[in-house]
């Protein structure tokens, strides 16, 4: 069984009619530095970080002249930081020799960024580019099988399945709301089902908490990512 797409979605819009990407960035270089620093860390750790980053490295240039220790040390509070760092400075090199200083907007450039994968690339095309496309976080694949969309744990292929079900124009809105959704309420280990708008429509109800006031204590708030 698998819950109706579009009521779905109805319901989610609803619920998160001003959800945004949860990363701050002014421009397409900061936010593709944040979804790479972004990688198996909080996003709320990562606006920590980047503040004094945007303001020392104001182009990509920048990035690729950094010095690498220094570089490790801005962002040694944020998990896999020498790697990341690593891949701050080729990407800086990278996008300043190949496309001039200006972040590509095309899927199939963008991941051959340094520590771009699809993920990244989709979150700079729909927030930085608005080009549509399905971001595919732990979160968006949980809920994805969760509502009987998908079965599978590959990303691409969840992406495709998903994206197969929604006009490309809601693409971006749907992986937002799914992603606060999944941060908010349907958690991983015991998600909030009694506090959940999507109870008469998800299939997937009563595998949390279903007394309505202890599911209460679960729902996170948004100060909580911020």
């Not at 990363?23 to 996003?43: G, I, R, W, Y």
Request: aromatic content about 8%.
């Amino acid at each position: 069984m698998s819950g109706d797409a579009k009521a779905i979605f109805k319901i989610l819009s609803k619920t998160y009619p001003h959800a945004t990407c949860e990363l701050d960035f002014k421009n397409p270089l900061q936010l593709v530095v944040a979804s790479v620093l972004s990688a198996q860390c909080t996003d709320k750790r990562v606006n920590q970080v980047t503040p004094h980053l945007f303001k020392k490295y104001k182009t990509a240039r920048a990035y690729g002249n950094a010095n690498i220790h220094q570089l490790e040390d801005e962002i040694r509070s944020i998990g896999l930081f020498r790697a990341k760092a690593r891949n701050i400075k080729a990407l800086g090199i990278m996008i300043d020799s190949e496309y001039n200083g200006k972040v590509p907007d095309t899927l199939e450039e963008l991941v051959k960024l340094p520590g771009v994968g699809r993920k990244t690339a989709n979150v700079v095309l729909g927030h930085a580019f608005d080009v549509p496309g399905i971001t595919v976080d732990t979160h968006f694949g949980r809920l994805s099988r969760r509502f009987g969309w998908t079965t599978s744990n590959d990303p691409v292929k969840i992406e495709h399945e998903v994206g197969a079900l929604f006009p490309k124009k809601n693409w971006v809105d749907l992986s937002q709301r799914m992603v606060w959704h999944g941060r908010r309420i349907c958690h991983s280990r015991k998600p909030a089902c009694g506090a959940c708008p999507l109870a008469f429509e998800c299939p997937s109800f009563g595998i949390g908490e279903i007394d309505t006031e202890k599911a209460k204590k679960l729902v996170k708030r948004d100060e909580d990512f911020r």
